[in-house]
């Protein structure tokens, strides 16, 4: 991987966090977009330094289609091209649905949806033979395992049915399509000990949270050259939750 640009949006923290790393580790070269934690996300980036891998942070709020659009812009132009997108950015509104306020249905949709098709969209402009777009979904697409979610699950339902459309159109281009599911993983949105943790921990089969890692290894193996021939996969990591 190491002539591979890659880009993490919402790459500051958490799962985002864990995937710039990890496709640093691998040699990539990686561009992580963040909002509204820039001391985050310099934090990652020096990390990624120190271990002698190559990243830069690039502010852009993923519910800003100019934003995204420039962010994935600029790493064309740093970098010359784009290999490899993973769409991670993402956030949760919690509620009935008749309860959610227009307004932030509107931001999640933004943010969750229509940022992640921009993003795809300019990525393609720079993508070339052998590229790779992976999106982050939930796995609640499959099991909503508790209430007050359908506004989230309908987003991340979206985006399964945008990769499923994008492997049709991006298989003559040999760009592969593919969405990873994390179930329940500690993380800033769904922390380990968390509201929903009590509830949630039993009914998975392996007994614990998932870790950003965890989600990251699925990414960098849909990212390799070992997944060329892994185009409209949905890849639960979720230690079982879902089985």
């Known amino acids: 991987?190491?002539?591979?640009?890659?880009?993490?949006?919402?790459g500051s923290r958490s799962i985002g966090a864990a995937i710039a790393k990890r496709l640093a580790a691998d040699g990539a070269t990686v561009a992580i977009t963040y909002n509204a934690s820039p001391e985050k996300a310099q934090q990652v980036v020096a990390e990624i330094e120190a271990k002698g891998g190559r990243a830069i942070a690039?502010?852009?709020?993923?519910?800003?289609?100019?934003?995204?659009?420039?962010?994935?812009?600029?790493?064309?132009r740093q970098f010359g091209k784009v290999d490899i997108l993973v769409n991670n950015a993402g956030?949760?509104?919690l509620g009935n649905a008749q309860d959610i306020a227009f307004e932030d249905f509107q931001r999640i949709?933004?943010?969750n949806v229509t940022g992640v098709f921009v993003a795809t969209q300019e990525a393609l402009k720079h993508m070339g033979q052998g590229g790779?777009?992976?999106h982050i979904g939930s796995s609640m697409v499959q099991y909503a395992a508790f209430p007050t979610a359908s506004a989230y699950t309908l987003t991340k339902g979206a985006v399964?049915?945008?990769?499923?459309?994008?492997?049709?159109?991006?298989?003559?281009r040999g760009i592969t399509v593919n969405t990873v599911h994390p179930g329940p993983t500690d993380?800033?949105?769904?922390?380990?000990d968390g509201a929903v943790a009590d509830f949630v921990k039993p009914g998975i089969a392996l007994g614990r949270y998932g870790?950003?890692?965890?989600?990251?290894a699925a990414v960098a193996y849909l990212a390799s050259d070992d997944a060329a021939f892994v185009s409209g996969a949905e890849l639960m990591v979720d230690g079982g939750f879902t089985a």
């Open 1 to 10: 991987m190491g002539n591979k640009i890659a880009i993490v949006t919402g």
């Open 58 to 76: 690039l502010q852009a709020d993923a519910g800003n289609p100019d934003a995204v659009r420039a962010a994935v812009a600029q790493v064309a």
């Open 91 to 93: 956030i949760s509104v």
């Open 109 to 111: 949709l933004a943010v």
């Open 132 to 134: 790779r777009i992976i």
């Open 160 to 172: 399964t049915g945008f990769t499923r459309g994008l492997v049709r159109d991006l298989g003559p």
């Open 187 to 192: 993380s800033d949105m769904n922390p380990a």
């Open 211 to 216: 870790q950003g890692s965890d989600i990251a």
